[in-house]
């Protein structure tokens, strides 16, 4: 849990969101529709964005669970993503923000080596998020700056397919 091991037992038809709020106390993922209609309470799992109300806590054991909680650096500064949205204006209320960075951060990280999403790309990956307040024109373009902040930053061969080598036991590369 947020790079934290968590070890506990779940009822058979605990939802993950329920064990993150009430059991862990971590109430920046938000119940919004608990039908997975909203995003507000989208986590990653393994490093894919999920929404938290459709996914069973069993299911999710030995998994790497991040949270909203696990976004902010060590120091409490935002990650460049929060960042960026702050700049953009792209929070209002805020109660969509949590299950927005989330899911839209997995947007970020998979373009840092490469090219930029477009607008209807980043409208596209926004479909499972619901914002009441901000029309979604300041999330673009917080998205567009995070993505761009993350490709200035990313090391020369990010992005490229890394070459792998495995041996077997006998020591004959595969």
Request: overall charge negative; aromatic content about 2%; charged content about 20%.
């Amino acid at each position: 849990m947020n790079g934290r091991p968590e070890q506990f037992s779940a009822r058979p038809n605990e939802l993950l969101v329920e064990r993150l709020r009430d059991g862990l106390g971590l109430t920046g993922t938000k119940v919004g529709c608990d039908t997975g209609q909203c995003g507000t309470c989208v986590v990653r799992l393994d490093g894919r964005s999920v929404k938290s109300c459709l996914v069973l806590t069993a299911s999710a054991a030995g998994s790497e669970v991040a949270t909203i909680e696990g976004e902010t650096t060590r120091g409490g500064e935002l990650s460049g993503l929060q960042e960026a949205l702050r700049q953009e204006h792209g929070t209002q209320c805020g109660f969509c923000t949590p299950g927005m960075v989330m899911a839209l951060g997995e947007l970020v990280d998979s373009t840092a080596g490469g090219e930029a999403p477009t607008e209807p790309e980043i409208r596209e990956w926004l479909t499972g998020n619901l914002c009441r307040c901000t029309g979604y024109h300041s999330v673009v373009r917080g998205v567009q700056r995070a993505c761009a902040a993350a490709r200035a930053e990313a090391p020369s061969g990010v992005g490229e397919p890394a070459a792998v080598t495995a041996s077997t036991a006998a020591g004959q590369e595969v």
